[in-house]
């Protein structure tokens, strides 16, 4: 089984996985960093959102042999205190219901408030397009990602 | 339960207190002779184990409190509520509060089920109870140690004041009043003294830290030393079974550790009757990769070759058309309710209403796939997964395996969402059976394409709704249901408009289908409110009265003619009618902004709904729902908002967008990419009115959903003059639905 090196959250972490292992479940089985979700493995719902070269992307479609050499952040490694902005509105207006798929909401927004960090209304929502909450706490979301940049800019 | 009935708290026998091994103070209640289940839960959910239920606080010398919250949060927001509700009582400041998730405990707790928004209107007085019990005897021991009558001291956040002005702080008494007797007679609150409940924005959920930062929460997430993954690959259509399969490739593959099959353990149970709810999912055999990690035993699972054959028939989506129909065109009906003589009624009047509403099976899709841990050992069986009935999934793995119920050990996760879907325990029974099995630590992971196809579907359901108008009033109304499998059971029909309408009947009949159903978040009422609250739109209109004023005058007929069998409050409904009129400036609107309005109850509370909508080129887009309920005292607004905003979100989605049947008994959808959920840019902006009265509260987790698909089918009509009797309504109107992914 090949052998590959990957630049998670800043340390280096060695593993052994098949070349077409999704990222996904190289964080979750191997490297034990589950707070990056699975919820369809098609790319279709952004609960498996991580940060790749600062750009949001879906974790179970891109394939361990693909992340070798880029810089890869994860939920555990947004902030060193679980205080970065984003993080803060979420808590500050209390987001989450069941929580499952903030994960990755809180991964897509802010990656995209890097890019944008002060954005119109549609903005937000085309930009949160690919996260689906099933519990359809989108009013809270679309609220926290407005605060998280005002706290940016 | 009707509301007017009071829940009794005589059952200070149950009280129990136990000095801790550590030191401290535990003390545990019991909620089965104050919560009687009775009628109140529909018939599918009464299979569950009901029996009784506890909660724990802990308080440790050093004055530490730790609240064990008893049911499962499938992020319906108890394991912050419920264990408020004792904060209060205890009076301790909420920073101060641990709240850790109980595990399953069927000696010392029962009613562990999270399911038709039941757990703080059940938990109200007695958990608000047993923070008093354990604070008098907190207080009894102070006054004990310093010589005076309990009565002359006073508690605030934790620290107990005597007379003198002396202090005590709860960790200081806590080893000498856990050796109290338990008091009899304490007193709650006044509901003007609350320091917590219902005070300014709320509490935060208690598990935002470690959501938010991604820490190991759910059973997705739970992981032990050695173990394995497990992969099960079930039939692809309802009604076939396996014949045969090819295991050689799976097994060369370096990751997969052993193919077995199960299913032989969970169909000698069904066979012995030990459940009704009899499902081919849970019967037939599957084939089972295990491996190293989940992705092995995914990739494990498509290198099986499978030979499938028919046992059964293969139903389509025109079939189960074809068949509902039929029945509510046939007279084998159940009948559920009936006032009056609705035949006379009919025959005589000078107009008849009837209209037909069709709704599709809809799967629950939960984030979080269905995962459920086993490790079975000669010595024990230990489960940890998410589950809504974990005292039932108990009960059936310790028959399924021979093992006694003390050999069972089950811990519940957080779960990703619940929605019904785990309330049935199907993906506990097959975990057990695997690791009985290979007598190992094991996982079973649902793909999302094992979630949506094997599911427990909302069933598919047509209701004929007629209405006899005489002289300009209305004087009949007879409603008809036709399901698959089974819905409505004894207690739907004495929701309105029952006792509004003198003649007024309610029939239901059912047929059998292979297509596994059950409870779908409201159940019973999910699709009935958009159905029953599009036909009385359209009544008002025929009788050429206003939409508003045709329902208060209906209600008031309630309120003159008092029914001991009603289940809504009429007082009530017109109060959250008023207040969603008043609140959505409904009839001012500007140009181009259509409204719709939705009057509903379920679950013990009281909504109204005016949905605002716009079209854009030719699409009805939802822009604001005001949202007008009457839930009694709200005991933690930011978790109500959540539930409130979350339901109404959901029920617009489910109305409009969401279809679901089968081809020859396979699924037609089986991921996102050919499944419509909602997203961020089709939601409106939901504003939310609570109705103050002080009332005992009851749940929130379903009761604003049903209402809204109606809302928005009204506001739809007024914008277009189409009627949408068929969910989901986009595809009724024509509009191309192209899945949005």
């Known amino acids: 089984m090949p052998t590959f090196n990957l630049k998670i959250n800043n340390k280096t972490h060695t593993v052994e996985a098949d070349m077409d292992t999704p990222l996904l479940w190289v964080l979750r089985d191997k490297i034990n960093l589950v707070g990056t979700k699975f919820g369809c493995g098609i790319g279709q719902c952004g609960a498996c959102t991580v940060h790749v070269d600062g750009n949001a992307m879906k974790s179970c479609l891109l394939q361990v042999s693909q992340a070798e050499g880029m810089k890869i952040t994860t939920i555990e490694g947004l902030s060193e205190h679980g205080d970065h902005p984003v993080q803060q509105a979420w808590k500050e207006i209390d987001v989450p219901q069941c929580g499952y798929c903030q994960a990755g909401q809180i991964m897509t927004a802010s990656a995209f408030l890097k890019k944008n960090p002060n954005p119109s209304s549609s903005e937000i929502r085309n930009a949160m397009h690919g996260n689906i909450c099933r519990c359809a706490a989108y009013n809270s979301i679309e609220e926290a990602v407005k605060i998280a940049s005002e706290k940016l800019s | ?741």
């Open chain 2, 1 to 741: 339960m009707k509301p007017s009935e009071q829940i009794k708290f005589s059952r200070r026998s149950f009280l129990k207190t136990s000095a801790l091994a550590s030191g401290g103070m535990l003390i545990g209640f019991n909620l089965f002779n104050a919560c009687k289940a009775d009628a109140e839960m529909p018939i599918d959910l009464s299979q569950l184990n009901y029996n009784d239920f506890n909660a724990f606080i802990k308080i440790s010398p050093e004055g530490k409190v730790t609240i064990f919250s008893p049911n499962p949060e499938i992020g319906q927001g108890v394991k912050t509520s419920m264990p408020m509700l004792i904060a209060e009582e205890l009076d301790v400041p909420w920073e101060d509060v641990y709240v850790v998730q109980a595990p399953l405990d069927a000696e010392n707790y029962t009613r562990q089920l999270a399911g038709g928004s039941q757990s703080i209107r059940h938990g109200w007085k007695p958990l608000r109870e047993t923070g008093a019990t354990a604070k008098q005897m907190l207080v009894n021991a102070a006054a004990a140690r310093w010589g005076v009558d309990a009565s002359e001291c006073k508690v605030n956040n934790g620290i107990i004041t005597n007379g003198k002005g002396e202090t005590l702080g709860y960790g200081d008494v806590v080893l000498e009043a856990a050796n109290l007797e338990v008091p009899e007679d304490v007193v709650l609150k006044d509901p003007k003294d609350f320091k917590i409940i219902g005070k300014g924005k709320g509490k935060g959920n208690v598990d935002i830290d470690k959501i938010i930062t991604g820490k190991p929460l759910f059973g997705l997430d739970y992981k032990e030393e050695g173990m394995l993954y497990a992969s099960v690959l079930r039939p692809p259509a309802f009604g076939q079974i396996l014949e045969s399969y090819d295991d050689s490739a799976a097994k060369s593959m370096p990751g997969v550790v052993d193919v077995i099959t199960i299913g032989e353990k969970v169909r000698a149970l069904f066979d012995a009757g030990k459940k009704s709810w009899t499902t081919q999912l849970s019967t037939t055999d599957k084939v089972v990769v295990i491996a190293k990690t989940t992705w092995d035993a995914m990739k494990g699972k498509k290198a099986i070759k499978a030979i499938w054959k028919n046992d059964s028939s293969l139903e389509s989506t025109e079939f189960h058309d074809e068949k509902l129909l039929e029945l509510l065109n046939d007279n084998k009906f159940k009948e559920r309710r009936s006032d009056g003589n609705i035949k006379k009624a009919f025959k005589e009047a000078d107009k008849v209403v009837e209209r037909i509403y069709e709704a599709p099976f809809l799967p629950h899709n939960c984030l979080e796939p269905m995962n459920f841990f086993a490790n079975v050992t000669p010595e024990k069986v230990h489960l940890v997964g998410p589950v809504q009935t974990p005292a039932d999934a108990a009960k059936v793995v310790a028959d399924l395996l021979g093992r006694d119920l003390e050999d069972i050990h089950l811990e519940m996760t957080r779960m990703g969402g619940g929605f019904g879907r785990r309330l049935y325990g199907d993906f506990v029974y097959e975990a057990a059976e695997i690791s009985n099995a290979i007598q190992k630590p094991v996982k079973i992971v649902s793909s999302r394409e094992d979630d949506m196809t094997t599911g427990i579907y909302r069933p598919a359901s047509k209701y004929k709704i007629s209405a006899s108008i005489k002289d300009g009033k209305l004087t009949g109304y007879h409603l008809k249901e036709a399901c698959i499998n089974g819905n409505m059971y004894g207690l739907i029909p004495n929701f309105f408009p029952a006792g509004a309408i003198e003649n007024y009947q309610v029939d239901t009949a059912n047929y059998q289908s292979n297509i596994t159903t059950g409870a779908w978040r409201a159940p019973f009422t999910n699709f009935l409110a958009s159905a029953e609250q599009s036909f009385f739109d359209e009544l008002a209109e025929e009788l050429g009265v206003d939409r508003v004023q045709l329902h208060l005058d209906l209600l008031e007929n309630v309120k003159n003619n008092p029914d001991p069998n009603i289940e809504y409050s009429p007082e009530r409904l017109q109060g959250v009618l008023k207040l969603a009129v008043e609140k959505s400036n409904w009839g001012n609107v500007r140009n181009g902004v259509y409204q719709g309005l939705s009057v509903y109850y379920c679950h013990n509370t009281h909504v109204a709904e005016v949905a605002d909508i716009t079209m854009e080129n030719g699409v009805p887009s939802v822009k604001k729902v005001t949202c007008a309920v009457d839930c009694g005292i709200v005991v933690n607004k930011l978790g109500a908002l959540n539930q409130i905003k979350g339901g109404v979100i959901d029920g617009i989605g489910h109305a409009l967008y969401s279809d679901f049947g089968f081809k020859d008994g396979v699924p037609k959808s089986n991921n996102f990419n050919t499944y419509q959920l909602i997203r961020m840019g089709q939601t409106p902006k939901v504003n939310v009115h609570f109705v103050e009265n002080g009332l005992d509260p009851t749940g929130l987790g379903e009761p604003t959903l049903p209402p809204v698909g109606a809302a928005v089918a009204n506001a739809i009509y007024k914008a277009t003059g189409k009627r949408l009797t068929k969910q989901p309504y986009m595809s009724h109107l024509n509009i191309e639905t192209e899945i949005l992914g």
